[in-house]
């Protein structure tokens, strides 16, 4: 059945963007530590992407899991980029504080596709991935050649990996992207099992998502899993936004706002973030990073807080919730 890979004990599980160095410089070790208190805290959905660090994050993914029996956990990484190895002058700037020796190129053909594929499990040590994104096939990535590559993905992608689903080689697939129109496109012209939304949907900034993105699909039967439910950081406080430095107009008095409230009713802003997300129907998974393993236990002991029905309400009633959002009941 589809979407049926991720269930009640995936609610929560730890992406790789942290891991692959994107905010500070983690070792080996420390990246270590982190995925195996994830794993002692119960985690069993891990997400990652070969982008992540140029490589970098995939394998430290893999070299922890693939120690454990794959049927207990769902692994999922991502394809849209192929690396090739070079000399350290010749490592293109990224948002990567310390990545690999490794170049990339964007490409969604089908050939792509299965050489990304083989690519990850070589990496990985895994043998299958059950979850695969077409990644970063949005105009925020891509830029003015994203019809070119849509078509591409349309012709090549798509159609690969519902076969290699269909197959089964992979167990499900869909868009793991920062915008919305790439996920409603795909669902357009292909039939994907579940997407990765990566930037589109927090407690901070939901309304688009609530009018466009949710609607088309339920609708389409396609399930979703939050990226950057914490808008990368700045729910906890620091100075980012969905990755960015630039923080958005009015952002941090509606920030504070949310923490003043949350306060008032003895839980934190993180919790009530965590919670928002999962409260939509859609969403059946939330997969926030970290560079620290009390993130992860944060994480988990956020997932178990109970938060009172008023304090939704305070929210709705202060305008700081669209009220055509789902919460927590």
Known sequence: MKNEIITDKHKVGLGGVAIGTAF????????????ARAWDVGIRYFDTSPWYGLTKSERRFGSFLQNKKHEDFVFSTKVGRLFNEVPESEVPPTMWKAPYNYDFKHIYTGDAVKKSIEDSLKRTGLDHIDIVYVHDLSEDQVGDRYPYYLEQARKGAFKVLSELRDEGVIKAWGMGVNKIEPIL????????????????????????????????????????????????????????????????????????????????????????????????????S???????????EGNINSSQKEIPI??????????LIYDKAQVPQ
């Not at 997969?287 to 992860?296: D, F, H, L, N, R």
Request: glycine fraction near 6%; charge should be negative; include cysteine.
């Open 185 to 284: 496109d795909c669902i357009e012209s292909a039939d994907p099992d579940i997407c990765l939304s990566a930037t589109q949907y927090s407690i901070l900034d939901h309304e688009d998502a609530v009018d466009r993105l949710l609607p088309a699909v339920k609708k389409a039967g396609v399930k979703l899993v939050s990226g950057a439910g914490f808008n990368s950081g700045f729910i906890a406080g620091r100075e980012r936004f969905n990755y960015k430095d630039i923080i958005p107009k009015g952002m941090h008095q509606k920030r504070d706002q949310i923490d003043a409230i949350a306060k008032k009713y003895d839980v934190s802003i993180l919790d009530a973030a965590l919670h928002f997300v999962l409260a939509a129907d859609e969403f059946v």
């Open 310 to 319: 008023d304090f939704w309400k305070e929210l709705k009633s202060q305008g």
């Open 24 to 35: 500070d410089i983690i070792s080996d070790e420390e990246a270590n530590e982190i995925l």
């Open 286 to 296: 939330i997969i926030p990073g970290a560079s620290k393993t009390e993130q992860v």
